[in-house]
C-alpha cells in the first residue's frame, strides 16, 4: 500500500480519537447518574483489641444493571476494594456472594444484579487507643446494561473501641444486611466431587445420590477454563449430579479443575430452596491495604510511582518516565529493523537543503505521535467498554500480526528490487510527487511505533500503567510524551546540520545498501510468522504462510505490469486484484483457527498461571516466581534464553524451593491483565518474585543473572528446602 493511502485513515483516526477525549471530558448525561449506590457498613458496633470485625461495601444497582463477580465472564471487572486502616489493622479477602448468570448478546457474564453486600474481615491489632477508629475505603467497580460505565466511590465510617473485658455486639442497623449477606455465601459441599473428562467434555460430578436439583449452574473461579455461554447440561442418576460443561478454547493443556461455585435449586419437602456450594481449594486473595497498614501477604508491593501518584505531579513524574522510555526504545530490538529505514531514509535525503530534511524529521515525528495517540485512544476506548487488554493488545490479533508481517514483507520486496513501492503511481497529481516523500517519513514514524509495542522498554511500564489508571486527558499525555522520546533522536539528527554534512552523497553505492537493508525486515517477517504459529492451528498458519506468497506474486505482478505493454499492464492489474482478494480470504479463515493457550513445559519445574494457583502457593508460604510474558514480546523472549533459562538461575530457584509460575499474555488472559494492571502496568514483559512471607519484589523489565541471583539470594532466611532440615 503506497504511503499516501494511509494518510487519510490516519487522520480519520485522529480526528476519532480527538472526539472520543473531547466526549470523555463532557459530564455524563442524567441516565448514568447514580447507577450504583455505595455503602460502607459494619456488622459490629465496636472494634475490640486483637478481634476480627467483619466490614461490608454495599452495592444498589439500578434496575437492569449490574456488576462483576471475582471471574465476570465473557467479559467486565469485578469490583476492587482498596482500605486505607490505622497502623496494625489488616484486611482479609472479599467473600464473594453466589452470582447470577448474566446474559448479554451471545456473551455470558456472571455477576449481581439489583443489590450485593461484599464483605471483608477486618483484624484489630491486640492494643487499641481511646478511639474512635476510622475506617476509609475507595471502591472501584465497572457496572453494565449494554454499555459500560466505570465508577468509583471513597467510603468511610468509624467505630468506638469495645470496653476492656467486653465483646462488640452486632450493630442492629444492619443485623438483617449482613443475615441475608450469609445466606448468599457459598459454603463447603458435603459431597465428594470431581471434575473427569468424557471424550476432551469436562464433566462435573456430584456424588449426591437422591439430590433433586434444578437450575444447576457452575461458575469456575478461573476465567479461561471454560465456555462461559456454553450450555451447562445436568442429568442426574443414582450416582448423584453430572453436569456437562465445555472446555475453553484458551485453556491450557491440564484438565479444568472443579474450583468454583455450584448454584441449583434444590426441591425439599418444605419447597424449592435455592443453594451456593463452593467447590475445591482456591481463595481469594487478600484484599489491598493502604499505608499506614501493613500490607496483606498477597498484595503486591506498591511501585514508587503509584504510591505517588495521589501527590502533585503524578503526570509529570509519569510523562517523564515515558519519556526516557521512548528514548529507549530505539535501542530494543523489535525497533531495529525500522531503524535500517531510517538510516536510508536520512542517506537519501542527505544531499536536500537543511530545511527540507527538517520537514523529514517532523513528518517522522508527527507519524510516531498520531500513531501513539491513535492507539492509546483506541485502548482507552477499549478498556472503557469492558475489555481487558494492555498495551501491545493488538498483535494479540492474529489478523494483526499477519497484516504486519505482508505489509514488511511487501517493504523488504521493494528493498530488494523485486517491485517499487509506488512506482509512477505516486504521480497521481501536480506536485504530489515531491509530497511522497514527506509522506514517506510519515509512514517510516507509523511503521516504527508499531514495530515498538511489542516492547516495554525500562521506565516505560510503570508510566503507561500509571496513565491508563487515570483519565483519557492523561494517558494520552502520557503516550505523548512515550513518543516524543521515540521520535526525538532522529528529529534532533535531520535538525543538526553538521551531522547531516557528514553522511556520505546519494549514489550507486545505495542500491547495494538497499539490498542489505531488506534483510532485517525479511527477519522480522520471520519473527512475526511464528508469532502467528503460538496464535492459531496448522490450519490458520498454512493461510498466513500462503499469504506471504500472495503478497510476493502481487508485487511481482504489479511490477512486471509496470514495464509492460497496455494489455499486459490491465492482466497484471487483474492477477494483483484477484491476489489481494485471494489474501483477504485467507486472512477470514487464519482469524476463524484459533489455537489455545500454548501448554507450558512442566518438565523444567515451571507451571502455566493462574490466580487459583499462585494463591495455593502464596497459603502454603512458599516463595514464587511469577513471569508475564507473550510470544510478540522479544524483550520477553531475550530475557527468557538469555537469563532466565540460564544453569545459574535455575539452580538458585531450586536451592531456594521457588515454584515458577508463566503467564502467556500472546492472546487475551484476563486472569494476566488483573495482575499487570494490579502492579500498576499495561504491557509484559512483569516479573514477580513473591518471598512467601507477604512480600513481592517488582523486578527489571531488563533482566541479567547477576539480577536473578541476587533478588533470590535476598529472599527471607527459612524458604526452601533447606528450612525443613534440623
Known amino acids: 500500500m503506497p504511503p499516501r493511502s494511509l494518510a487519510l485513515p490516519l487522520a480519520l483516526l485522529a480526528f476519532c480519537v480527538t472526539l472520543g477525549t473531547a466526549e470523555a471530558q463532557v459530564p455524563r448525561p442524567s441516565k448514568y447518574a447514580d447507577l450504583v449506590r455505595a455503602e460502607l457498613v459494619t456488622q459490629e458496633s465496636a472494634v475490640a483489641p486483637g478481634a476480627t470485625l467483619t466490614a461490608g461495601v454495599r452495592l444498589t444497582m439500578k434496575p437492569g444493571w449490574h456488576v462483576y463477580w471475582r471471574n465476570p465472564g465473557d467479559s467486565g471487572l469485578p469490583p476492587e476494594i482498596a482500605w486505607t486502616l490505622p497502623p496494625g489493622f489488616s484486611a482479609g479477602g472479599i467473600a464473594w456472594p453466589a452470582p447470577e448468570r448474566i446474559p448479554v448478546g451471545d456473551l455470558m457474564n456472571f455477576g449481581y444484579e439489583g443489590e450485593v453486600l461484599l464483605t471483608v474481615p477486618l483484624t484489630a491489632p491486640d492494643s487499641l487507643g481511646a478511639g474512635p477508629v476510622p475506617l476509609k475505603a475507595k471502591v472501584s467497580y465497572l457496572v453494565c446494561e449494554r454499555e459500560c460505565v466505570p465508577g468509583e466511590a471513597t467510603l468511610s465510617t468509624s467505630l468506638p473501641v469495645a470496653a476492656t473485658g467486653t465483646s462488640p455486639r452486632p450493630d442492629p442497623r444492619h443485623a438483617a444486611l449482613f443475615a441475608q449477606g450469609r445466606e448468599r455465601l457459598p459454603v463447603p459441599a458435603p459431597w465428594p466431587v470431581r471434575m473427569r473428562q468424557e471424550g476432551g467434555t469436562p464433566v462435573l460430578d456430584i456424588d449426591a445420590p437422591g439430590l433433586e436439583a434444578r437450575d444447576v449452574a457452575f461458575f469456575p473461579y478461573s476465567e479461561t477454563a471454560l465456555e462461559h455461554a456454553a450450555a451447562q447440561v445436568a442429568t442426574s442418576d443414582a450416582a448423584g449430579l453430572h453436569l456437562r460443561l465445555q472446555r475453553s478454547s484458551q485453556a491450557d493443556a491440564a484438565a479444568p479443575q472443579a474450583d468454583g461455585v455450584l448454584t441449583f435449586t434444590e426441591e425439599t419437602g418444605s419447597g424449592p430452596v435455592r443453594r451456593a456450594y463452593a467447590l475445591g481449594t482456591a481463595t481469594p486473595a487478600p484484599a489491598a491495604v493502604s499505608a499506614p497498614a501493613a500490607a496483606s501477604p498477597a498484595a503486591p508491593a506498591p511501585t514508587a510511582l503509584a504510591a505517588g501518584a495521589a501527590e502533585t505531579g503524578g503526570l509529570w513524574q509519569a510523562a517523564i518516565l515515558a519519556f526516557l522510555g521512548g528514548l529507549l526504545l530505539n535501542l530494543m530490538p523489535c525497533v531495529f529493523p525500522v531503524l535500517s529505514i531510517k538510516v536510508l531514509s536520512l542517506v537519501r535525503h542527505s544531499g536536500e537543503s537543511p530545511g527540507r530534511v527538517r520537514l523529514h524529521g517532523l513528518a517522522y515525528t508527527a507519524g510516531v505521535l498520531a500513531t501513539f495517540l491513535g492507539l492509546a485512544g483506541l485502548l482507552i476506548a477499549l478498556r472503557a467498554g469492558g475489555a481487558q487488554i494492555g498495551w501491545g493488545f493488538q498483535l494479540q490479533s492474529p489478523l494483526v500480526v499477519a497484516g504486519l508481517a505482508y505489509g514488511l514483507l511487501a517493504m523488504g520486496l521493494s528493498l530488494s528490487g523485486v517491485w517499487h513501492l509506488g512506482g509512477r503511481a505516486a504521480a497521481l497529481g501536480d506536485g504530489l510527487a515531491r509530497r511522497a516523500g514527506l509522506e514517506g517519513s510519515f509512514f517510516t514514524g507509523v511503521l516504527a511505533t508499531v514495530v515498538a509495542t511489542p516492547c516495554t522498554a525500562p521506565f516505560m511500564g510503570a508510566a503507561v500503567g500509571y496513565g491508563l489508571t487515570q483519565g483519557a486527558a492523561v494517558a494520552l499525555a502520557v503516550f505523548a510524551a512515550l513518543g516524543l522520546g521515540l521520535a526525538l533522536p532522529f528529529a534532533l539528527l535531520t535538525a543538526w546540520p553538521a551531522g547531516l554534512r557528514r ?114 502457593l502464596l497459603a502454603a508460604h512458599r516463595p514464587v516466581f511469577v513471569n508475564m510474558t507473550a510470544a510478540w514480546c522479544i524483550t520477553c523472549q531475550v530475557n527468557d534464553r538469555a537469563t532466565l533459562r540460564a544453569a545459574a538461575v535455575q539452580d538458585a530457584f531450586k536451592a531456594h524451593d521457588v515454584a515458577q509460575l508463566k503467564g502467556d499474555w500472546t492472546n487475551q488472559n484476563p486472569e494476566i491483565t488483573r495482575v499487570l494492571e494490579a502492579n500498576g502496568r499495561s504491557g509484559v514483559p512483569l516479573y514477580l518474585l513473591y518471598d512467601g512471607r507477604g512480600g513481592v519484589a517488582v523486578l527489571p523489565q531488563i533482566l541479567t543473572e547477576s539480577i536473578m541471583r541476587d533478588a533470590v539470594a535476598a529472599l527471607p532466611a527459612g524458604t526452601g528446602p533447606r528450612a525443613a532440615l534440623p
Request: hydrophobic fraction near 55%; charged fraction near 15%.
Open 503 to 616: 553522511l556520505p552523497r546519494p549514489g550507486a553505492w545505495m542500491e547495494t545498501l538497499k539490498g542489505l537493508l531488506a534483510f532485517p525486515l525479511y527477519l522480522t517477517v520471520a519473527w512475526l510468522v511464528w508469532v502467528l504459529s503460538q496464535q492459531v492451528g496448522p490450519a490458520g498458519l498454512m493461510a498466513g504462510l500462503t499469504g506471504l506468497v500472495l503478497v510476493g506474486f502481487c508485487a511481482w505482478a504489479i511490477e512486471r505490469g509496470r514495464m509492460a505493454g497496455p494489455l499486459a499492464r490491465r492482466g497484471a492489474q487483474v492477477a494483483a486484484l484477484l491476489s489481494l482478494l485471494g489474501l483477504a480470504g485467507l486472512l477470514a479463515v487464519l482469524d476463524r483457527d484459533r489455537a489455545g493457550p500454548v501448554a507450558v513445559a512442566s518438565a523444567d519445574g515451571i507451571e502455566p498461571f493462574t490466580q487459583a494457583r499462585l494463591d495455593a
